[in-house]
């Protein structure tokens, strides 16, 4: 399909009323990395800049997936999700980006719209790359974050806006729920790639021997769902903030536990998690490699801009999967 991003003259409206008719727009960059959503820097006349999130079809490189009807990691994207999960966070502790406008009714764009602060653009991924030392506060305070979301317990799993609406379904337990979203993505990497093809029946079998050692449990927390260094800017003072939060769930922690090990290596230990399962710690991993192998095969069959980097990622979990059987 043929893009076209968002154009200076399509904001005068927001600014004007957001910022005072006398405010200008001197900048306006669509930031890299986002893949669902478009995520813009606005420069202004004599003020800070601010952060424009957009969700519309033209900023969603991702194409339909074959999908685990009650996964609660599925679609996670809009500003119904956004608005409940950045109460949620709120609520929680959790140092984020302040929102400063939420629009879902087309006031502005033919989309759903939100400003927020800027942040700044320093990651933490980068701190750590570029100075470990610097990044060592900054990662201890996320672990205190986290152990305040791990800690903030629901009902029930799910959507933040299913739970409190009644509409979460309750009919299994969350380790058939990855059981099954693990086997789903393991098809849909198998028609991609004949290695995984031809081991199939191993990978599948590997995986309901994970799930089979998985005692069940019902204590949901604040989970979300694919924090890593990458989604926490750190700001001047070094505090982390989070971001991408359109997939905060309440879910098992171990989920959240299992993609941070895989995220952040060695470092991993700084955060002084909460405890954890081993056995479902180790299930959900493996179902998280073979998504790892699915999602980007699946984009990198789109326009997606950096298609190299998706097929690079896959080809590394492809190596890890099949090592694990």
Same mark, same amino acid.
């Given at each position: 399909?043929?893009?076209?991003?968002?154009?200076?003259?399509?904001?005068?409206?927001?600014?004007?009323?957001?910022?005072?008719?006398?405010? /200008?727009?001197?900048?306006?960059?669509?930031?890299?990395?986002?893949?669902?959503?478009?995520?813009?820097?606005?420069?202004?006349?004599?003020?800070?800049?601010?952060?424009?999130?957009?969700?519309?079809?033209?900023?969603?490189?991702? %194409?339909?997936?074959?999908?685990?009807?009650?996964?609660?990691?599925?679609?996670?994207?809009?500003?119904?999700?956004?608005?409940?999960?950045?109460?949620?966070?709120?609520?929680?502790?959790?140092?984020?980006?302040?929102?400063?406008?939420?629009?879902?009714?087309?006031?502005?764009?033919?989309?759903?719209?939100?400003?927020?602060?800027?942040?700044?653009?320093?990651?933490?991924?980068?701190?750590?790359?570029?100075? %470990?030392?610097?990044? $060592?506060?900054?990662?201890?305070?996320?672990?205190?974050?986290?152990?305040?979301?791990?800690?903030?317990?629901? %009902?029930?799993?799910?959507?933040?806006?299913?739970?409190?609406?009644?509409?979460?379904?309750?009919?299994?337990?969350?380790?058939?729920?990855?059981?099954?979203?693990?086997?789903?993505?393991?098809?849909?990497? $198998?028609?991609?790639? %004949?290695?995984?093809?031809?081991?199939?029946?191993?990978?599948?079998?590997?995986?309901?021997?994970?799930?089979?050692?998985?005692?069940?449990?019902?204590?949901?927390?604040?989970?979300?769902?694919?924090?890593?260094?990458?989604?926490?800017?750190?700001?001047?003072?070094?505090?982390?903030?989070?971001?991408?939060?359109?997939?905060?769930?309440?879910?098992?922690?171990?989920?959240?536990?299992?993609?941070?090990?895989?995220?952040?290596?060695?470092?991993?230990?700084?955060?002084?998690?909460?405890?954890?399962?081993?056995? /479902?710690?180790?299930?959900? /991993?493996? *179902?998280?490699?073979?998504?790892?192998?699915?999602?980007?095969?699946?984009?990198?069959?789109?326009?997606?801009?950096?298609?190299?980097?998706?097929?690079?990622? *896959?080809?590394?979990?492809?190596?890890?999967?099949? *090592?694990?059987?």
């Amino acid at each position: 399909m043929t893009r076209t991003f968002l154009q200076s003259d399509e904001l005068h409206d927001l600014v004007a009323e957001q910022f005072g008719s006398d405010s /200008r727009l001197t900048g306006l960059h669509r930031l890299t990395g986002g893949s669902k959503k478009g995520v813009y820097r606005l420069g202004l006349d004599g003020q800070k800049p601010v952060i424009l999130y957009v969700w519309a079809a033209g900023e969603n490189y991702w %194409p339909p997936s074959t999908t685990v009807p009650d996964d609660p990691f599925t679609d996670a994207s809009g500003a119904e999700l956004f608005a409940a999960n950045h109460a949620a966070l709120t609520a929680a502790g959790v140092r984020i980006p302040r929102l400063l406008m939420l629009d879902r009714d087309g006031r502005y764009l033919d989309a759903d719209i939100a400003l927020l602060e800027d942040a700044g653009a320093l990651r933490l991924e980068a701190l750590m790359e570029r100075d %470990p030392a610097a990044a $060592a506060a900054p990662l201890s305070a996320l672990g205190d974050a986290l152990r305040r979301m791990h800690t903030t317990f629901g %009902p029930n799993y799910g959507k933040l806006a299913a739970v409190a609406q009644g509409e979460a379904s309750q009919t299994r337990r969350t380790e058939d729920i990855i059981m099954d979203r693990g086997l789903g993505h393991l098809d849909a990497a $198998a028609a991609r790639d %004949p290695r995984l093809a031809d081991a199939h029946h191993r990978i599948a079998a590997h995986l309901h021997h994970l799930h089979d050692r998985v005692a069940p449990r019902q204590e949901y927390a604040l989970v979300h769902g694919e924090l890593g260094p990458d989604h926490v800017l750190v700001a001047p003072s070094g505090e982390p903030i989070v971001i991408d939060i359109e997939g905060l769930t309440y879910f098992d922690v171990e989920w959240e536990h299992a993609w941070l090990q895989m995220r952040l290596g060695e470092a991993y230990p700084a955060l002084r998690p909460v405890d954890l399962d081993p056995y /479902r710690l180790e299930l959900y /991993r493996y *179902a998280q490699v073979l998504s790892l192998i699915e999602g980007p095969l699946r984009i990198a069959d789109t326009d997606f801009p950096n298609r190299r980097w998706m097929l690079d990622l *896959a080809e590394w979990n492809i190596t890890k999967a099949l *090592a694990a059987i």
